[in-house]
């Protein structure tokens, strides 16, 4: 507990517990429409905004850049989702290798600079500051706002899109309001997480809760509970041995994921050795 004397650490703490519910609630529809690289590749166009934040000289605005460029990357990626006959993992990974590019341009052509770039690719707990909290948590109550309003219709397009549009529901506009609020929660959770493990954390909970899980609700639940642990205690492994917060937050999502397969084939194994003994 020694370690909430520091406002650094509270700050951290509230923003992973913010992020570790938000991340794999929209996770979970990616999951169930096949987009799981849906946040991978957003937060590589993230990854443009901090270099031109850093060829621009304006680390302060460097957040708000980084929201401005997910959103249009974001916003490129339903485009193109609509308008050509691109298959889904191609479409990610063209607009992923797009924003990895205008990256690594801008990164040569700022040749250096204050920027702290290492905090945006894996994630730093020093890093989060008051205003990125409350940027964190105004986002969070948006996203939180429009999954408990829309929770049905979301899931129903989600599952069945040529459906949906039969019933009426608005398609176009709700995965247009989706697909920005993905980007809106990566460009925010880049500061805890990090570019490069970002769509880890909204992915892995997802993928662990479906192992447990037997219905979609309870996926959905389990994974929120799963992102907080997560996010909990990777800051705090983070904090005892001084590693990227991004790391140690994926790292224990990891470990629950293998537990849960380990013990779903113990179970598994155990239930064909008993009808085998049944049989003989």
Known sequence: MGMLQYDFMVRALIAGLVIGIICPALGNFLVIRRYAFMADAISHVCLAGVAIGLWLGAASYTPFLVIVIAVLGAMAVDYLRTHSSLSPDALLALVMSGGLALAVIFFGLAKGGALDITSYLFGSLMTVNNS???????????????????????????????????????????????????????????????????????????????????????????????????????????????????????????????????????????????VLKDVE
């Open 132 to 274: 990125d909290l409350w940027l964190i948590i105004v986002v969070a109550v948006i996203v939180l706002l429009f999954l408990v309003l829309l929770y049905k219709e979301l899931y129903f397009i989600c599952s069945d899109e040529q459906s949906a549009r039969v019933a009426g529901l608005p398609v176009d506009r709700l995965n247009r309001v989706f697909i920005f609020l993905v980007a809106l929660t990566v460009a925010v959770s880049l500061r805890v997480v990090g570019t490069l493990l970002v769509g880890a954390l909204m992915v892995i909970p997802v993928l662990a809760s479906l192992i447990i899980g037997r219905s979609f609700k309870q996926v959905f639940y389990y994974s929120l509970g799963l992102g907080v642990i997560a996010a909990v205690l990777g800051l705090v492994s983070s904090y005892q041995f001084g590693l990227a917060s991004g790391g140690c937050i994926v790292l224990v999502a990891l470990l629950f994921f293998a537990l849960f397969y380990m013990v779903k084939w113990v179970r598994t194994l155990f239930k064909q050795h008993s």
